[in-house]
């Protein structure tokens, strides 16, 4: 099934560190901004654990990573992002005030639709990208709760509950929506290659003969390069999934949000009993 985008909506995407909107969601976020909606980052974590060298402390780290992020919204078209600065992979040892901060923006900002990581996928290791999974979806389900933090209230704020939460690729359900985004990769791709620190921290990942460590000059002159067609292979893959209708797509697990539950009772019934559910929607 083909359908439109949502328009003047509020998108609020919820991660864990200050690259990961940009490799797995970037293109669906710009392609929200050019549609009419509001697009706002909640980066948890300062990312200063995100190097293979001493060559920077984690104070100088982090605030390059978070440079880097403010450059991508720009790319993007979205709003400044906001940072929770958690502590880079102890996400774990402050969910408390994660989820009352999330809460409070999801609050603040109306958010209808939240992107995140899917906090159950098989295999995933990252602590902070299944805590921040985790507790966005939480916070999309419990925000509209007036009892829950009710100092909020007292700020002006007013219980709120998101319609939808969607599950960044990969992720542990078959995919429900494909957006395509051929029409914003080039935007996708440049947002990517704001996070410089990242793009080398991960080199061997686009040149598998590179040493994140130690990149050789000539390692430099290709990686954008890589790096490029690296995002396309990945884009052209989801595309994949829509037998010919799109090229270039992100894929993510689409959720209706129900008050201090997901809305998904038929779905989980169906499954149960082996009827086929979730048709691909392409966007």
């Keep these: 099934m083909v359908r439109h985008l949502v328009a003047n909506k509020v998108i609020v995407a919820a991660y864990a560190h200050p690259d990961d909107g940009e490799f797995l969601a ?28 001493l060559s920077k402390s984690s104070k100088e ?7 880097e992020l403010i450059e991508a919204m720009k ?49 995933e290791i990252h602590p902070d990208h299944i805590e921040v999974g985790r507790m966005a979806s939480e916070a999309a389900c419990f925000a509209c709760f007036p009892l829950l933090y009710p100092n909020h209230m007292k700020e002006g704020l007013e219980p709120h509950q998101p319609a939808e939460v969607w599950y960044m690729s990969p992720f542990e359900h078959k995919a429900n929506r494909l957006v395509n985004i051929s029409t914003t990769m080039r935007k996708k791709i440049e947002a990517v290659l704001c996070h410089q620190s990242q793009v080398e921290m991960l080199a061997d990942m686009f040149i598998p003969s590179a040493d994140p460590r130690s990149l050789s000059s000539e390692d430099k002159s290709q990686l954008k390069e890589a790096t490029e067609n690296f ?12 037998n010919g209708k799109v090229e270039l797509a992100e894929a993510f697990y689409a959720i209706k949000v129900g008050p201090g539950h997901f809305d998904n009772y038929q779905e989980m019934l169906q499954e149960a009993i082996g009827i086929p559910i979730d048709e691909l929607e392409i966007i």
């Design 26 to 53: 970037a293109g669906t976020l710009a392609r929200c901004v050019e549609e009419g909606n509001e697009v706002y980052a909640i980066c948890v974590t300062n990312g200063d654990l995100g190097a293979k060298t």
């Design 61 to 67: 780290l982090a605030q390059v990573r978070q440079n």
């Design 75 to 123: 790319v993007i078209g979205g709003h400044p992002p906001i940072f929770l600065n958690c502590p880079d992979g102890f996400v774990r040892d402050h969910l408390e005030e994660l989820k009352e901060r999330l809460v409070y923006w999801f609050r603040k900002l109306k958010a209808e639709l939240v992107i995140t990581f899917d906090p159950w996928k098989m295999y």
């Design 231 to 242: 995002l396309l292979m990945i884009a052209q893959g989801m595309g994949s999934l829509s």
